[in-house]
């Protein structure tokens, strides 16, 4: 029986579906006296490090907790479960942490993007259990932009590069805590917290060890996801954002068979849009929750959930906030959430202000589950314009000239899934969705949606230019050299499609394969 301590914000279920895949029985904690009977604590930390080490005090497990590890009993902590080891951490100054590891949790100092999210390696630096059948070629799920800082090195079980080398584990006699989420780590994930569940684990050394890791680019499969004339849920596929076709949605298939075919053949991370969100509640659209509940159940990487997520008050005027939907959506399996329409109303107001409010659904939800639990999906259209000085947008020369030979063009936010345009550019929009707190930018394009032709490379590049947050470079992805141009002519740290993964046009394999000698990827995903 394994104990997991769950102090109630994040996506604990995909360790859940984890442990138990690996036919292991979980209790959860419910108070002190339960910490202190575990033979086995699994911590997976997740949020933000204030309002988690707020909650474990308010909940009366900190000192339970300490005297737990104090006892060197076995412990496996992960992500904020690692930060919480340590004296404190710079996310949130005036909260203690437990102490154990002497040192502090700091943020990122680097010119990359921040949060550090992605597929990254490690360099072992102790044997340990954890490395039972491991090559040490590997590559983990890291979704963070605070890493720990141990004041002495011989607790650090495991570094990490990005930019410079930072602590990916550490390791205290049976007290061990990664970084990175096995439970998000694919095969390799899982294959790693069996070894720390099974009793007989021998402690070694991978078989290789690498000395300087790199962060892969990431293969998105997207799913948008709506109910058919029918009333069925099924995946769909626009050509510019229009699904129907001879009048009727197009059906590609089913939510959850097509994610787990996507995982097994080695997607970095799954996308669900419930592309009808701005106009159905997604609470009273229940089918999306169990579609994730489902597919979490099989699915062991990154998942993320957009379509509806805003402030809404149902028939009987009960108000549901933003924060509300997307807990639903985070209990429910997803590690994301993408936030589109609401994302554009919130910079419109923002901009006629100048002022944050503090409640608007990025504030909020970054508040609660960490800024890298945010990402804000951006619908653009282009617009042609003769002459840059004629609009008050961002406006970039481009090389493929408008119909009546314009050489500049911006990109028009769009709302409820493209049909109406706004009066904000694409770049404003991921700048100031970055200062509210986003994690992260999903970045469309309606020109290129389902075209086949590539990706907008002018666009991607105006807005990574224009932000310090990842960027996912999606539409119009058609053959394995368009993921090839978009990771060498931009700095987007993954590339996502649709049309020709649901089609099979292009099997993830077959990218993945065309890639490996030319860009970094994770190759080992079976
Ligand atoms: O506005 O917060 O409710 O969120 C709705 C979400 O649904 C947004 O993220 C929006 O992008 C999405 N959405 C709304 N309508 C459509 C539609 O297609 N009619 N789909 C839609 C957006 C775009 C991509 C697509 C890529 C790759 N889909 O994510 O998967 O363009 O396609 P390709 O590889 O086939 O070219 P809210």
């Known amino acids: 029986m394994i104990t997991l301590l769950d102090y109630g914000a994040g996506n604990v279920r995909s360790v859940i579906n984890a442990i138990e895949r690996l036919g292991e029985t979980i209790k959860i904690v419910k108070s002190g006296e339960d910490i202190l009977a575990a033979e086995k604590l699994v911590f997976p930390g997740v949020g933000a490090f204030g309002s988690m080490m707020e909650i474990l005090d308010q909940k009366g497990f900190v000192l339970p907790l300490k005297q737990y590890l104090l006892e060197n009993r076995p412990f496996l902590g992960i992500c904020l479960g690692l930060h919480a080891l340590f004296d404190g951490s710079e996310e949130a100054p005036e909260q203690k942490g437990l102490g154990i590891i002497p040192g502090m949790v700091k943020r990122f100092n680097t010119n990359l993007s921040v949060p550090h999210i992605g597929w990254n390696g490690i360099s072992c630096h102790q044997s340990s259990v954890l490395w039972q059948q491991f090559e040490g070629t590997e590559k983990f799920y890291f979704v963070h932009s605070y890493h720990a800082v141990p004041e002495t090195t011989e607790s650090i079980l495991c570094t990490t590069d990005y930019d410079?080398?930072?602590?990916?584990?550490?390791?205290?006699?049976?007290?061990?805590?990664?970084?990175?989420?096995?439970?998000?780590?694919?095969?390799?994930?899982?294959?790693?917290?069996?070894n720390f569940l099974k009793s007989d684990s021998q402690s070694q050394m991978p078989t290789h060890t690498i000395h300087k890791t790199c962060l892969a680019k990431r293969i998105i499969a997207c799913l948008d996801v709506r109910a058919n004339d029918q009333g069925d849920l099924v995946v769909t596929k626009g050509d510019q954002y229009d699904?129907?076709?001879?009048?009727?949605?197009?059906?590609?298939?089913?939510?959850?068979?097509?994610?787990?075919?996507?995982?097994?053949?080695?997607?970095?991370?799954?996308?669900?849009?419930?592309?009808?969100?701005?106009?159905?509640?997604?609470?009273?659209?229940?089918?999306?929750?169990?579609?994730?509940?489902?597919?979490?159940?099989?699915?062991?990487?990154?998942?993320?959930?957009?379509?509806?997520?805003?402030?809404?008050?149902?028939?009987?005027?009960?108000?549901?906030?933003?924060?509300?939907?997307?807990?639903?959506?985070?209990?429910?399996?997803?590690?994301?959430?993408?936030?589109?329409?609401?994302?554009?109303?919130?910079?419109?107001?923002?901009?006629?202000?100048?002022?944050?409010?503090?409640?608007?659904?990025?504030?909020?939800?970054?508040?609660?589950y960490g800024n890298q639990a945010v990402v804000i999906s951006i619908d653009p259209r282009r617009v042609y314009v003769e002459n840059p000085d004629f609009v008050s947008h961002h406006v970039i020369q481009t090389q493929f000239p408008g119909p009546n030979g314009e050489q500049y063009c911006w990109y028009q936010c769009t709302i409820k899934g493209g049909r109406e345009g706004r009066n904000v550019d694409a770049v404003t929009l991921a700048r100031i969705c970055e200062m509210m707190g986003a994690g992260e930018i999903l970045l469309n394009c309606i020109d290129k949606d389902g075209t086949n032709s590539g990706f907008d490379i002018e666009l991607i590049n105006a807005v990574k230019q224009a932000v310090s947050i990842p960027v996912i470079a999606s539409s119009g992805a058609g053959c394995e050299a368009h993921f090839l141009e978009v990771f060498t002519k931009t700095q987007a740290e993954s590339a996502l499609a649709a049309g020709i993964f649901h089609r099979n046009e292009v099997p993830i394999e077959n990218v993945k394969s065309f890639l490996k000698t030319q860009v970094e990827i994770r190759k080992d995903f079976n």
């Open 164 to 194: 410079y080398s930072f602590t990916s584990g550490i390791q205290k006699g049976n007290i061990i805590a990664v970084q990175f989420h096995p439970e998000k780590s694919g095969r390799a994930g899982l294959r790693m917290l069996n």
């Open 243 to 368: 699904v129907r076709e001879k009048g009727s949605v197009r059906n590609l298939g089913k939510p959850v068979e097509l994610a787990r075919r996507y995982y097994e053949s080695g997607a970095d991370e799954i996308t669900f849009l419930n592309i009808t969100g701005f106009r159905d509640f997604p609470l009273e659209d229940m089918p999306m929750l169990s579609v994730l509940k489902q597919t979490s159940l099989n699915v062991f990487v990154p998942l993320t959930i957009g379509g509806g997520i805003r402030d809404y008050t149902d028939a009987n005027g009960k108000f549901y906030s933003a924060l509300d939907v997307a807990s639903s959506y985070f209990r429910s399996g997803a590690d994301k959430v993408s936030i589109g329409s609401d994302a554009v109303v919130i910079v419109e107001d923002y901009l006629k202000t100048g002022q944050k409010t503090g409640t608007t659904a990025i504030e909020t939800i970054a508040r609660v």
